[in-house]
């Protein structure tokens, strides 16, 4: 495969029960390897975005060939950012394995990344040319409203969409290569997750530690088959005259009990 499969997943992050506690639990074990990432992306990206306005600006035929390499390598870089991510906090890659699979996967994952591109377009497009409508028709506050609706309602709505189309492709060129491989390691980890049913579990039978300490009483009870009633009848068959309930000082016996059902 030229995706990387020798890693370690993280299974406490796919088993958490506190969200707030892991997402900071999660910021506390990656932040050294993100923070060089994050400058990385920072450096790059700015000299990508210097680049396509350097050739922008140059107005040759050559310049603007360029510019479009620069401006298909951006938006390459942008893809690799929806995967680098979420493979830091999922496995335990170096750095150089984070960007190395990221590219793998523009290629790997091309229809979710065209879907996510297309969604993401579609959506800032859409909101930016209605805030610029409000300020070109004089109502700056309310192009302020919606400026402040896209700084909270965007960042969310990106991380979901990504995430959604993007960890598919992952566990497909990703996880299940490598647990097919390794299948003992993928009982181990559907074990931590409690995702084993009655096909996987090897021994599904009842722990009975008390077994050959019971004096003699059985250990299971041979149950009647049948109704309720026909159980009743059976005893009062038995036992017609035995009190069947007592109740405000007025006993019944099973004989009467039974006439009075019947």
């Known amino acids: 495969s030229s995706v990387t499969s020798a890693f370690s997943v993280d299974v406490s992050v796919l088993c958490s029960k506190n969200c707030v506690h892991d997402f900071f639990s999660t ?6 390897q993100a923070l060089p990432v994050g400058i990385i992306n920072l450096i790059v990206g700015s000299i990508m975005v210097y680049s396509a306005l350097f050739y922008y600006f140059a107005g040759t035929s050559a310049s603007l060939i360029c510019m479009a ?22 496995f335990k890659f170096k750095i150089r394995q984070l960007y190395k699979n990221a590219f793998h996967l523009i290629f790997l994952g091309w ?8 969604t993401l377009i579609a959506v800032y497009g859409f909101l930016f040319s209605i805030a610029m409508l409000f300020v070109f ?10 400026g402040s609706f896209c700084l909270l309602f965007l960042p969310p709505f990106r991380m979901l969409l990504t995430q959604f189309y993007v960890f598919p492709v992952v566990k497909k ?33 009842p722990k009975t530690p008390w077994e050959g300490h019971t004096c003699g009483v059985p250990l299971h009870i041979d149950y009647f088959e049948g109704s309720m009633f026909d159980r009743i ?23 009467t009990m039974i006439e009075e059902i019947e």
Do not use: C
């Not at 680098?84 to 906090?89: L, P």
């Open 27 to 32: 910021i506390k074990k990656n932040w050294k």
């Open 233 to 255: 009848k059976y005893i009062a068959d038995q036992y017609p005259k035995f009190i069947a309930f007592d109740f405000m000082g007025k006993s019944t016996t099973y004989a």
């Open 137 to 146: 028709s004089g109502l700056d506050p309310i192009a302020l409203l919606v």
């Open 111 to 118: 229809k979710e990344n065209l879907i996510i591109l297309g």
């Open 173 to 205: 060129q990703l996880i299940d290569p490598y647990y097919k491989e390794h299948p003992e390691e993928f009982e181990a980890a559907r074990h931590h997750l409690n995702l084993e049913n009655e096909e996987t579990r090897t021994d599904i039978s």
């Open 69 to 90: 390499l620069v401006l298909a390598l951006l938006v390459a870089f942008i893809v690799m950012q929806f995967y680098i991510y979420v493979m830091m906090v999922t």
